[in-house]
């Protein structure tokens, strides 16, 4: 894995840097779709109304984000969606918020996935990283609230963090849109290809990548074009019941129908949160 | 025996005899590896400084969510919060009225001037701009000082606290810890509370905590309860302590409120909506220092804008009503009498009169412009007195009307139980997808209102 060389004192020679423009909800067609995911309460809001200029409501609390919410910038004279997830703290169980995300992953087919993470709490926060890296290749880590950390006496390594992962790991405060010209940029060049992203996937007992070695092949077969057929395996040796369900149904082809068909209504959306 | 054709059924057969074959212990082996790694990584990744800080966060919990001081301190805050709102509205409050009745004055006189008719400037100026002029007035100063400290709460985590100290109540109610952050989010907005419990997610639970969102008074309502709570309690008291008084009156309500909501999941739970509670782990999250900022813009543009504006849209509407109601004649008497003298039986019978109902009825579409209604119809809108202060409206009432301290008391209740605004059952609509259960979301707080009311004017008759 390669990263981009961009550090903090580098932005405003970056190229990007006078070029980030927020577009709101105001997008048509876009070049790219980012997802934003990320445990409860990580400002993972916060960095979306960065990002899009938008509005969503940012509290304290944990689960405030009831809908999903989407909005878009511009990088370089490409257009991104991003599109923010309910904070989750893991994919594995059968919650509402946590099958929107995963579905969302596996079928809506973004071309780079966020993980906002919360520098106080990397540990827990890790969890989701881990899950949503056995699902998709091309993830960017965005180690949120250095600034809480910093407070903390807590010192991120991010590079050891990205080293570990796979994935390019940045620093970010979003309160104060520190490091998002970085984010963005990042995000870019994983999409480009300019950083290659190779994902740990820590391996599982033999036995246990045996039968997913097994059942990948008869999977792709029942539902082609599936993206990760090696994520829905381990999820049938879990048993579990929605996946099993989808299958059956032929619900997972209908799921990618579903995800790829155009959004509206965000605008409403999004007034709606900021009643609160 | 690996088949040609996958199809689902294969798929899952074979995954089910290869799970047989691994053990059942797989998802407890995952998550073991899935911890131990992230573990890994995280210890690689952050070292703590030799500077670590006093550890506040924890410090501060131990107090703000204690069994002893928990509660005590969370009414403590709510009262300061409403004692900084009564206090702060009251002047803006009043010279905002003042400017709207000079305008109001010049316009009528300037309309004549140029010779135009009577009833023109008599519905624009008297009907519709006065109901703007109140609305803004009673409503713009109190939720300018409200929103700000309430999201200043919310942006420094104290909510889920607020949450954590409740749980017990709502848990022993049949309903939703979670229950309590949304019925926060109610005080602002009863539509916002009810989208807010999309965080609940068992549906049961859910639904019960959208039933029971409306006996949390809203910010359209606390302008009523604090004028109400400044002219009555207030006035009974020493000036110094007026104020105290107000705050703590409003406070009551308020319980009275989270009583209400906690006795309605109660009977929901034993009847129609029977099942246990279910547990759900509650994160504490680090305070933070709220910016400020953020801050201003969400409680002034996001907040008070929205509801102001929503309020100044039927305000219009319903000054207008009142007009055409007043100024229309059926056999000498006006509209607005007759309806108002219709009403007045059953408006005795709970405590308080006719035009207070109608009042309400012209109020559904937002519960903001009941006390301007009301004032309005009082005052006959043909009439150019102008009521600016608390003292005048309270010598309208109490010398002109006959208002008693029970008069009072049951329009604070009523204003606390009666049905939920249109905007906030058009929501449970949207939530729920459910004729019935909007019906009875509708309905439910009507039918505790009128049965509170009635009773309370009942004993208190009875007595006095």
Not at chain 1, 42 to 69: C, D, E, I, P, Y
Not at chain 1, 78 to 103: C, F, H, M, Q, W
Request: hydrophobic share 50%; with cysteine; net charge neutral.
């Amino acid at each position: 894995m390669t990263t981009s060389a961009t550090t903090q004192s580098g932005c405003e020679t970056c190229p990007a840097h006078a070029q980030l423009a927020q577009m709101g909800v105001s997008l048509g067609k876009y070049d790219h779709l980012v997802a934003l995911a990320g445990n409860p309460n990580t400002g993972k809001s916060s960095v979306f109304n960065a990002l899009t200029g938008l509005r969503q409501h940012v509290g304290n609390w944990t689960g405030k984000t009831v809908m999903r919410a989407e909005g878009g910038y511009t990088l370089q004279n490409l257009r991104y969606k991003l599109v923010d997830l309910p904070g989750t703290y893991s994919l594995l169980s059968a919650s509402e918020d946590e099958e929107i995300s995963r579905n969302f992953l596996l079928f809506g087919r973004p071309d780079c996935t966020v993980v906002v993470v919360d520098a106080t709490a990397l540990e827990r926060n890790l969890n989701l990283v881990l899950q949503v890296l056995e699902i998709t290749d091309r993830v960017v880590v965005c180690v949120n609230l250095m600034d809480e950390a910093r407070r903390k006496g807590l010192e991120v390594d991010v590079r050891s963090l990205s080293r570990d992962l796979g994935v390019p790991a940045v620093p970010t405060v979003a309160r104060t849109k520190e490091g998002l010209q970085n984010l963005v940029q990042t995000v870019a060049d994983v999409i480009s290809g300019a950083v290659t992203t190779k994902p740990v996937r820590p391996p599982h007992p033999p036995e246990l990548e045996r039968a997913v070695d097994e059942l990948v092949p008869l999977i792709e077969q029942s539902a082609p074009g599936l993206p990760n057929a090696r994520w829905v395996a381990l999820r049938l040796l879990d048993g579990d019941h929605k996946v099993r369900q989808a299958l059956l149904s032929g619900e997972l082809s209908d799921l990618e129908l579903q995800q790829s068909a155009p959004v509206e209504e965000m605008s409403s959306v999004v007034a709606l949160q900021g009643r609160q | 025996m690996t088949p040609k054709v996958a199809d689902p059924q294969t798929v899952l057969l074979r995954a089910d005899t290869l799970r047989r074959e691994i053990g059942d212990d797989f998802r407890d082996r995952i998550v073991f590896s899935l911890y131990a790694d992230a573990q890994r990584i995280a210890d690689r990744s952050v070292h703590v400084g030799a500077k670590r800080g006093w550890d506040w966060d924890q410090k501060i919990d131990r107090i703000v969510t204690s069994p002893v001081l928990g509660l005590p301190i969370m009414l403590g805050i709510l009262a300061l919060i409403f004692w900084i709102t009564i206090v702060g509205a009251n002047v803006p409050s009043q010279m905002l009225a003042e400017s709207f009745f000079v305008i109001e004055g010049a316009a009528v006189a300037l309309f004549t001037d140029w010779g135009v008719p009577g009833w023109i400037t008599g519905f624009i100026w008297n009907g519709v701009f006065r109901g703007l002029a109140w609305v803004v007035s009673v409503m713009l100063p109190p939720m300018a000082i409200f929103f700000p400290m309430f999201t200043i709460l919310e942006d420094l985590g104290y909510l889920p606290r607020v949450a954590f100290n409740l749980d017990w109540l709502f848990r022993r109610s049949g309903a939703h810890g979670k229950q309590a952050l949304t019925m926060a989010m109610g005080f602002g907005c009863n539509a916002a509370g009810v989208t807010a419990t999309r965080v609940i997610d068992s549906p049961r639970e859910r639904l019960i905590a959208i039933l029971t969102n409306n006996f949390v008074p809203c910010n359209g309502r606390f302008p009523t309860l604090i004028m109400l709570a400044t002219i009555f309690v207030g006035a009974a008291f020493p000036p110094a302590f007026a104020s105290l008084a107000a705050a703590g009156a409003v406070v009551g309500v308020v319980l009275i409120g989270v009583g209400f909501t906690l006795l309605a999941s109660w009977l929901l739970t034993r009847t129609v909506l029977q099942g246990a509670a279910s547990a759900f782990t509650l994160e504490l999250p680090p305070y933070r220092r709220p910016s400020m900022l953020r801050i201003l813009y969400t409680s002034l543009i996001d907040r008070t804008i929205f509801v102001l504006w929503r309020a100044i849209l039927t305000a219009a509407p319903a000054g207008a009503v009142i007009w055409i109601l007043a100024n229309i004649d059926v056999a000498g008497v006006s509209l607005a009498q007759r309806s108002a003298d219709f009403l007045e039986p059953l408006g005795f019978a709970i405590g308080l009169d006719g035009v207070i109902l109608l009042a309400y009825v012209i109020a559904i579409p937002a519960n903001e412009i009941v006390v301007p209604t009301m004032l309005m119809v009082y005052m006959g809108v043909g009439s150019m007195s102008d009521v600016t202060s608390y003292d005048e409206i309270r010598t309208l009432l109490i010398d002109d009307q006959g208002w008693t301290m029970l008069t009072a008391v049951n329009l604070m209740l009523f204003s606390l139980l009666h049905n939920p605004c249109a905007t906030t059952i058009i929501t449970i609509w949207k939530e729920t997808r459910s004729a019935k259960w909007t019906t009875i979301g509708s309905l439910m707080p009507l039918v505790f209102a009128f049965a509170v009311t009635f009773a309370v004017a009942t004993i208190w008759r009875l007595f006095a």
